[in-house]
């Protein structure tokens, strides 16, 4: 584990520094820091986010410097506080039976009709496959959310099957619609905005992935697993005149998964 | 209690100090770019620092009271003027009901914080009033002010702190007017500051930078020295915060502001310190702009230093008034 100042009121903990090779895993421990260092109370954290291999620490130095007597040595004892934390919850996490708990399973209708599925050509071709096994690969496959970034509620989904992987686009598009579902690299992703962006479209769910009116905004968070189900035309419109953005206890259908190897 | 919007200017917006708590979502921090000074001016009206203002972008507002009020700005170099006479920033005025308040185009700088008495009362989101501009939610319809709006205001928390005419009392002028005709941001190095090869870190704190026209609220793009990585491999993306100055290949740095993304996966040269960000929300296009580096433990001393001068201003104001 590495701590690194992100300036002079964030810092960085960074809990692995590889994430391809091991993402399950990765994940599992990232998420573990995160909640350790949630529930510790560290004085003066404002606020924490995980992202693929880190953590990161947001602080206000004035709320800090009232805590301690070394007053400007923050980072320093910042760091040994948070070194401790992640230790202590290491060292529980390896007397438990099972590492890692169960973790919400996410189903998300998508539409995968021509007219969302702008990019999914350029997709087949590079996967010297068809459209259509495209498809069948996309919404055969477990996702896990590695990071909610980007704009608000973007998902970064590890575990795509290796054959969609899709550089991004050479000129990105200007406006994208809320919903639309892409490939970027070796994720997919879902845009929750409309917002600019470069990933290839292959398809747009109806729900809601960012709604600032609820809490928590955002319809997933990282770590959480997906999987997307193929829908038509029909039921995306009927979908989407539903409420969208179900209650959390609700709406798309979920089950809790165990812990499995990596799924790509 | 309401204010209207007779002319919303080029870019002006409700903010306060920000949005915190829902980073793991995607959510910026937003809020007043320089919310030092937003804080400055809203105890000069007597309100709680953190109540919403205006953050308005290269002038052009103006408004029309409704009712009584006290107001008072921070910012670049403006002409602010109350009916016929001249507000100076750092300054509380008082406003009587059916007066206007008027912003001139800025002479140095193209940004300024506007507080007034009780706040701008639009609902919290997400606990806070500040405008999220890019995912449009906050503030005050999650947009910018249109000419013809009707903005609400809150109840002062005591009694207007002026009954009539321009305030006396003021608070220090680098605290009121964070321009600097030659700017220099001083900086922390970031992680990725190894990255860099000599020649290329000496370039970044030995020759001026120029703001690009494509600048806005996420960040200011810079031209001059290209700033080329020694090496090339693919980061994993972590979090970047405002303030950090991260490099896209091309190798024209990003000085990044309350707006920003919450991670990205460029590298993190270095960081411009806190206290130092009230300076940077004033670089406009084609301003030329220079760094120098200190020390964390510096960046921490120099932050201390003036929330203690913070808080002997807000004794020393509460004083004034009794």
């Known amino acids: 584990m590495e701590i690194v100042p992100l300036g002079d009121s964030a810092l960085i903990v960074r809990?692995?520094?590889?994430?391809?090779?091991?993402?399950?895993?990765?994940?599992?421990?990232?998420?573990?820091?995160?909640?350790?260092?949630?529930g510790a109370d560290i004085p003066g954290v404002i606020e924490l986010a995980p992202a693929y291999t880190s953590v990161a620490f947001f602080f206000d130095p004035v709320a800090v410097a009232k805590a301690t007597e070394t007053r400007y040595k923050m980072f320093e004892w910042l760091a040994t506080r948070i070194r401790g934390v992640v230790a202590a919850g290491a060292d529980r996490g390896r007397h438990r039976s099972s590492a890692s708990p169960g973790v919400r399973l996410l189903e998300i209708p998508v539409c995968y009709d021509r007219e969302f599925a702008l990019d999914i050509d350029d997709v087949a071709q590079r996967a010297k496959t068809s459209p259509s096994?495209?498809?069948?690969?996309?919404?055969?496959?477990?996702?896990?959310?590695?990071c909610i970034g980007f704009v608000p509620g973007f998902p970064f989904l590890t575990g795509l099957p290796k054959e969609l992987t899709t550089p991004r686009r050479e000129v990105p598009r200007k406006e994208i619609s809320p919903g639309s579902v892409g490939i970027g690299g070796a994720q997919t992703g879902i845009y929750p905005l409309r917002s600019p962006g470069g990933w290839n479209l292959i398809g747009r769910t109806p729900l809601r992935l960012f709604d600032s009116q609820k809490n928590p905004p955002a319809l997933l968070r990282a770590g959480e697993r997906v999987r997307f189900r193929k829908i038509s035309r029909d039921e995306f419109e009927s979908l989407r005149n539903e409420k969208s953005h179900p209650e959390r206890s609700e709406g798309p259908r979920r089950r809790s998964s165990r812990h499995t190897s990596e799924s790509a | 209690m309401s204010v209207i919007v007779t002319r919303a200017g080029f870019l002006t917006s409700v903010q306060d100090l920000g949005r915190s708590g829902f980073r793991e979502f995607g959510v910026s921090s937003g809020g007043g770019l320089d919310s030092f000074g937003l804080r400055v001016a809203n105890l000069l009206v007597g309100n709680h620092e953190g109540a919403a203002g205006l953050e308005i972008t290269l002038g052009g507002l103006q408004l029309r009271f409704e009712d009584e009020h006290v107001v008072a700005w921070c910012g670049g170099e403006f002409d602010v003027s109350i009916g016929s006479t001249q507000l100076p920033s750092g300054h509380a005025g008082h406003v009587q009901a059916g007066e206007r308040l008027k912003f001139g185009r800025p002479q140095i700088g193209c940004r300024a914080w506007l507080a007034v008495s009780g706040g701008i009362d639009v609902p919290a989101v997400l606990g806070s009033r500040s405008t999220d501009l890019r995912a449009q939610f906050g503030g005050f319809e999650g947009r910018t002010l249109r000419d013809g709006d009707e903005l609400p205001l809150g109840i002062s928390p005591g009694s207007l702190p002026l009954a009539t005419g321009i305030s006396m009392w003021t608070a220090p002028h680098d605290w009121v007017s964070a321009?600097?005709?030659?700017?220099?941001?001083?900086?922390?190095?970031?992680?990725?500051?190894?990255?860099?090869?000599?020649?290329?870190?000496?370039?970044?704190?030995?020759?001026?930078?120029?703001?690009?026209?494509?600048?806005?609220?996420?960040?200011?793009?810079?031209k001059g020295p290209e700033l080329k990585r020694a090496d090339e491999s693919d980061l994993i993306s972590e979090a970047v915060a405002p303030g950090t100055i991260q490099v896209p290949p091309n190798g024209k740095p990003i000085l990044l502001l309350g707006d920003c993304q919450t991670i990205g996966g460029y590298p993190k040269i270095v960081h411009v310190i806190t206290v130092d960000l009230g300076i940077a929300a004033q670089l406009r296009a084609g301003d030329r702009v220079r760094f120098s580096e200190v020390a964390l433990i510096d960046a921490h001393r120099l932050l201390l230093k003036r929330e203690r001068e913070f808080e002997r201003f807000r004794i020393g104001l509460s004083l004034q008034r009794t």
């Open chain 2, 179 to 222: 321009v600097m005709p030659k700017p220099v941001l001083r900086f922390v190095r970031g992680v990725d500051w190894k990255r860099f090869n000599a020649s290329t870190l000496r370039r970044l704190t030995t020759e001026a930078f120029t703001v690009s026209p494509d600048s806005d609220r996420m960040g200011v793009r810079l």
């Open chain 1, 133 to 146: 096994e495209v498809v069948r690969l996309h919404s055969a496959a477990e996702y896990r959310v590695a």
């Open chain 1, 15 to 38: 809990v692995r520094d590889r994430f391809e090779d091991a993402p399950e895993e990765t994940l599992d421990t990232v998420l573990r820091a995160f909640q350790q260092l949630r």
